[in-house]
């Protein structure tokens, strides 16, 4: 079974900082193109950023362009999201997720994590 596990969510101010991890089973990762989704309360689930399965290519939403940075270390099966510069508009639960293949559509992701919840105070 597949399995993806989300760390690092929590409450920080606005103009703070936050590094969410993903840690994923060696099946479940290395292969895969990796993706940061969130969803915030009453919103649909939305792309924030994603990163090839070598690492070499990424992809970000416009609203967090120059502020959140994809990352991920084959060898530890982990993807991270740097945030910075958050924003209230940034709460949401954020969730990691797997793909066969980079920038396809949030339906062509295979595989889930719980998600962790992001809190940003104004």
């Known amino acids: 079974q597949a399995q993806l596990v989300e760390s690092g969510g929590g409450l920080v101010q606005a103009g703070g900082s936050l590094r969410l991890s993903c840690a994923a089973s060696?099946?479940?990762?290395?292969?895969?193109?990796m993706g940061w989704f969130r969803q915030a309360p009453g919103k649909e689930r939305e792309f924030v950023a994603a990163i090839s399965a070598g690492g070499g290519r990424t992809d970000y939403a416009d609203s967090v362009k120059g502020r959140f940075t994809i990352s991920r270390d084959n060898a530890q099966n982990t993807v991270y999201l740097q945030m910075n510069s958050l924003k209230p508009d940034d709460t949401a639960v954020y969730y990691c997720?797997?793909?066969?293949?980079?920038?396809?559509?949030?339906?062509?992701?295979?595989?889930w994590g719980q998600g962790t919840q992001v809190t940003v105070s104004s």
């Open positions: 997720a797997a793909a066969t293949s980079f920038k396809v559509t949030i339906q062509d992701y295979n595989y």
């Open positions: 060696a099946r479940t990762f290395r292969p895969y193109a």
